[in-house]
């Protein structure tokens, strides 16, 4: 069972289902959105003021790290859902009865993720030779020069994410949500760590960077060392210098493909804990079973036998009409409840304490501190917003229901909104004390901005994850380091825009409302 | 109260045609919707449940066209599709709970009416266990209970003892004969023995149309003097497959006792009681032989 045509046949499978489905298309827009933003010159690789001239090693270098860079991150979440296909389709039972080990399947799995993100990759090198072209600054071509990076930056570099998104989905901490919030941070910190510390990080940044900062010392010795790949600005550009490619040594080679062991050995440490689709196992994670269920684990034993004098259908108390009215608060109760259902005593206490400490924290800037965590801890809450009904299969249960389009997906958003303001509450209640109005605008505009946003990922994709990842790197890039345009909670005065979020908000709960319209047969 | 069907086909992307012009008139009652796998029942169950449109024709509820008031239906709907999902972490009271509060009901009426569901479904005792950690037949008789929520005027059920051990199947067969009172029941399956014992009507689909729809007294007319019960030697029954329609065999000392369809009787075949099966199997091969010719 075991051998390599298995393997070959298993991968095979995997990346023929990922790529048939209309998802991959999105995957291979936002390469093709990578792609783009580099060959225009929206995402920008500069030293100080310089960049290379767009010869073969400069434009496979600086595609390699848009690809490492951009790819570890997205990637991730694009491709972690291998085992979770296999639940869904319910493939994974058959699997698990055959004698396949779960190394096996772990590295399977792996490779197979390996291949979804290395496409993503080769869509970027082949931009890369397309640019050399179009922007003719040399016309030399180097294929070997252009693809070298590739080879021996992005492949590492993707082999390690592919492995990465494997453990997650097999530890049962970080399968779910918690996994993809943890995840941005992990990668955050692994790219600052190499930074810091010049080490060879797994997505190769270091390796490429040091070589330029040492060929432009040698043309500016008054160069200070920085470097930035950023989105959008390209004004600080205003000199270019000749690269001719990072010097790949087997010292480097070695280190590179250190990360292709790292990587396998990460599929290895994640076969640990495969529950080879073990219901048992599965659920124990999620929820202890009740004495009951732990006793029987089966079908509830009758408790009347037909025998012993059938219920009957003629007992069933009739509906009033007036029983069948709209009642949206209840619905609104309902879907709070069902949000927040499954959340342990801890989870109540931190946001709790958040709440209090947003009102009691003694200066503005602590508040707002506050008030950035307290807006991060409830993410998975809202992540099950709109994508509940197509992750649990329930549908046709409730599409099938009166008015759902008009009253249960705006039950889920005031429910939503409701989280928001209340775990947010505490530092509202001080700047409405205080008679601070214009952050307590801006507090609403995020109050209303992060259920929108939820519900609009949820209702678009059918699942949580875009959420996750959109939201924790939105709230990294704005609340928490206040970048321009992203700060959603505008505790900084300068940077808040109320108004836009409050529009922003709008507009995602019309996409919301559509999107529902759409996969419904009938409003 | 009514449920007009009129010349309803779908079509899907690909192009294949799941329903081509299906036309069919309801009046409260038990339906019983019979057909072989892929015949394009679960289609229709999902057009009349609101779920999927139709392509071609229209569907009406009590005269008002579902494409174009799908909420005056839905409404009164009680639906239990063949695949549906639950949420894990709710237990059952919780979940009907939440959709009865979708469906619009008061909490006051719907409480009383989850336990009296929970009760007639016999998961009274597991009510306050987590979904996630059921089985599959305690998790459709859930379904069962969520379909009753609104005491539905229609109540539209896709193979709904698919998962349920035979106790459960006969106590919801006596509970789908109980509500079929001032109501319209569907109920779409492939075995005919759940619809013999319930169904008052029986429309019999294949390959997206309808083949045949009447009273099981009527099916079983179609097939009066045309089953036989046949004693013959084992090593002649693969012979006698490829001769006759054979509707059932059971080995016994004499030798193998096929149950024949056929105009005619096999040498030495005895005439005997038809039963739905036989009449499903005969109409079924009657409409394979018309397409093919």
Redesign the interface.
Known sequence: MNHPRVLYQMVRADFLERVRRYSFLLTLAFAAYLAWGAATGRVVLRLDEYRGVFNSAWLGSMMTMVGTMFISLVGFYIVKNAILRDEQTRVGRILASTPMSKIFYTLAKTLSNFAVLTLMIAVLAVTALFMQFTHAEDAHYHLGTLLAPFLWVGIPAMAVTAAVAVLFETLPVLRGGVGNVIYFFVWVGALAASDKKGIDDYAGLFVIAHSMQTALKKVNPAYNNDFALSIGDHTQVTKRFVWTGVDWTAAIIWHRMLWILIALAIAAVASLFFHRFDPARA?SF??K??P??ASTN?????????AEG???????????S??????FW??V???L??ML??QRWWWYAVALGLLIAGAASPTVAARSGVVTAAWLWPALVWSQMGA?ESR?????????????LN??LPAVWVAGFIVATVTGGGYALRLLASADWHRLLAWFAGALFIPSLALALGTLSGTSKPFEAIYTVWWYLGPLNHAPGFDFIGSVTPVSRPFFYIVSSAILMTAAYFARRMRM??? | MQLVIDKVSKRYSGGNWALKGFTLELKPGVLGLLGPNGAGKTTLM?IL?????ATEGRVTWNGSD??SH??EL??V?G?L?Q????????NAV?FL???A???????A??R??ID??L??V?????R???L??Y?G??KQRV?IA?A?L??PQLLIVDEPTAGL?P??R??FR??LS??SGERIVILSTHIVSDVEATATDIALIAQGTLVAHASPEELLRRVEGKVWEWVLPSADLNTAKQKYLISNTSRRSDGVHARVLADAPPNGAQPVSPNLEDAYLFCLSHHRAGVAA
């Open positions: 659920w999620r929820r079973k009740s009951a269920a089966g079908d509830a034993q009758a408790t009347s036998p037909i059938r219920p009957s259908a003629a007992r069933l108390t009739p509906l009033l007036e029983a069948r009215e709209n009642r209840q619905l109760m309902s879907e409840r069902l259902q499954g509940r649990h299969a329930t549908e046709s249960l409730i599409f099938s229901s009166a008015r759902t009253r249960q047969a009938y409003a | 999902s449940a609101t779920i999927t449109r579902l494409a799908p909420d839905r409404a709907l639906f599709p695949d549906f999902g639950v949420y894990p972490n709710l919780e709970e939440y959709l509060a979708v469906k619009g009901l008061d909490a009426t719907s009383r009416r009296e569901l009760n007639l016999n998961l009274a005792d597991v306050k266990r987590p996630g950690g089985s037949g305690m379904g969520q009753l609104n005491d051990d106790e459960e006969v106590r006596n509970l109980d509500l």
